[in-house]
């Protein structure tokens, strides 16, 4: 009788039966934007759709303060531009607000949040809710000191911002740094607390660098961070828009990756984030680092290096363009955050953005992660790599890394094998803009406490409570080396095969039968 059970829980992760997986895609989004510095030659914020479901999707946009629905068909291959009224759902000031935005699909989207403004764009990759958290901590940039305009000079905010899920919902708020709400002064550390009902919004900015705020919550919530407008390794040059839409701290990890950014040369800005105390963080090339919960470790790491960061506990790994003028490229900032590799998916369907500046000269990248010894099974486009691809490996690690110059538009990249993960950081420029996100990872509550559970192929859950998800194949064999078989499988048993994954799962069952 178990055999035919479990028999039947695989025929159920196949055909749909069980919950969804947790990942970047998904059915349902609540969003905002923070708030943009640029006021001319204004744009309104847009949503960019895409699907990887062949037959399309069907999405509803709404904007719950004033009622307004619009409806879209998504085709499979294609981005969806959907423009949002920007008075509706961009956040201004440090108060409470209303302006989200409800996205919700027949099928599984993909979702980005892009604000592209004349010299000063950034785009996220948006979470949906089925995968929000209650604990977050914020990644921001250094504030742009003694910015000029219209002949005024002052300090550009960083800032935070919070949408509500669920009615009744208490946030409960400790910044880093000193800051208004609701024309309230709290001191750096002082916790502070603001009630949100669904579809309800909160926004904190201050002239000081607000990384490291912590965010709670008594119901999940969607948490965008950034600036509004920031000078990244430099506070001279050429400032950008930037924000990432941040994952819950039960998805944090311990294992990381960095690979440089194409055409800069002067290196990039990362960030780690501690949500615990104590927390040792390793790097290659660097001391060991102790941080406690809300602190924070800058790197600069030149161009031409490959890092891997390793922690005793879960952290946050953000990477930050630099301004283009410190090394004269046609680049901009922005903020990218960094999926730990236990988080790296084996497929993806990600989208490029569109520049304002001149859209005749964007260039879109994308970086690649993956096993030395597995990259001949990656496909872009559902074709292999160029054979001209240059790859690169990780000190330390059996990780190597390439970057790739991609054309505009929508893209998959997987791994014929459905055990290989792969890391996939999307990015863009044009002089003086740019845009990067991951361009997928999985959810899975790595950093939340664990208990054993029985395995279901493709249920994006850590089974074995190794801190790994869907690791191995259901074929009797111990593919991870862990002195475990088949405890935490993925959706095929058949790695060459994956084209004929049903009726391989259906005599995978069949031989289950008794």
Not at 134 to 148: G, L, S
Not at 223 to 247: C, H
Request: glycine residues 8%; negative net charge; contains cysteine.
């Amino acid at each position: 009788m178990a055999r035919i059970l479990f028999s039947l829980l695989v025929l159920s992760a196949f055909f749909g039966w069980n919950r969804a997986a947790r990942d970047n895609k998904g059915t349902e989004f609540i969003l905002t934007f923070v708030e943009s510095f640029q006021r001319t030659a204004t744009k309104n914020p847009e949503l960019f759709v895409a699907t990887p479901h062949q037959a399309g999707a069907f999405v509803t946009i709404t904007f719950p303060s004033s009622g307004f629905i619009t409806q879209v068909q998504v085709t499979y291959g294609e981005v969806k531009l959907v423009e949002l009224d920007r008075e509706a759902v961009e956040l201004r000031g440090s108060i409470k607000s209303d302006k989200s935005v409800h996205v919700e699909s027949d099928v599984e989207i993909v979702v980005y949040g892009v604000f592209a403004q004349w010299a000063s764009s950034d785009a996220y990759l948006a979470l949906p809710t089925d995968v929000l958290g209650t604990e977050y901590y914020v990644p921001c940039t250094a504030v742009y000191r003694n910015f000029q305009q219209s002949g005024v000079r002052f300090d550009v905010p960083s800032e935070f911002g919070v949408v509500g899920v669920h009615d009744g919902t208490t946030v409960t708020i400790v910044p880093s740094q000193a800051v208004t709400f609701d024309r309230q002064n709290y001191a750096a550390g002082q916790t502070f607390s603001v009630g949100l009902d669904r579809f309800e919004t909160l926004q904190v900015q201050t002239p000081e660098d607000l990384t490291g705020s912590k965010i709670m919550a008594t119901h999940p919530v969607a948490v965008l961070s950034g600036n509004m407008f920031a000078s990244v390794g430099s506070d001279r040059g050429t400032g950008d828009y930037v924000v990432g839409m941040i994952p819950p701290v039960d998805t944090w990890g311990k294992e990381f990756v960095t690979v440089p950014l194409t055409k800069h040369t002067a290196g990039d800005i990362f960030r780690v984030i501690a949500a615990r105390d104590n927390t040792q963080v390793n790097i290659t090339n660097e001391n060991t680092k102790t941080l406690n919960a809300a602190e924070f470790s800058e790197l600069d790491v030149p161009s031409d290096e490959y890092r891997h960061v390793a922690s005793s506990e879960p952290i946050l790994l953000v990477q930050y363009s630099k301004t283009g003028s410190i090394d004269q490229t046609e680049t901009d900032p922005f903020m990218m955050v960094i999926p730990p590799v236990t988080q790296f998916d084996t497929e993806y369907t990600f989208a490029t953005v569109d520049l304002l500046s001149d859209r005749t000269e964007p260039t879109h990248h994308i970086n690649l992660v993956v096993s030395s010894q597995k990259k001949s099974g990656l496909r872009l486009d559902g074709v292999q790599l160029p054979s001209n691809t240059v790859w690169h490996d990780v000190p330390g690690t059996d990780y190597a890394v390439a970057q790739l110059d991609i054309p505009a538009g929508t893209h998959t990249v997987r791994h014929l094998s459905p055990i290989v993960t792969v890391g996939l950081f999307s990015y863009g420029f044009v002089y003086p803009e740019s845009y990067g996100y991951p361009g997928g990872l999985r959810l899975s509550r790595i950093a939340a406490s664990c208990s054993t559970t029985t395995p279901v192929p493709a249920d994006r859950v850590d089974n074995d409570c190794d801190g790994r998800v869907d690791e191995e194949l259901l074929n009797g064999i111990d593919d991870d080396g862990d002195g475990l078989i088949d405890e935490d499988v993925a959706n095929s048993n058949c790695a060459g095969n994956r084209d004929q994954y049903r009726t391989c799962l259906q005599n995978r069952c069949r031989n289950l039968l008794p």
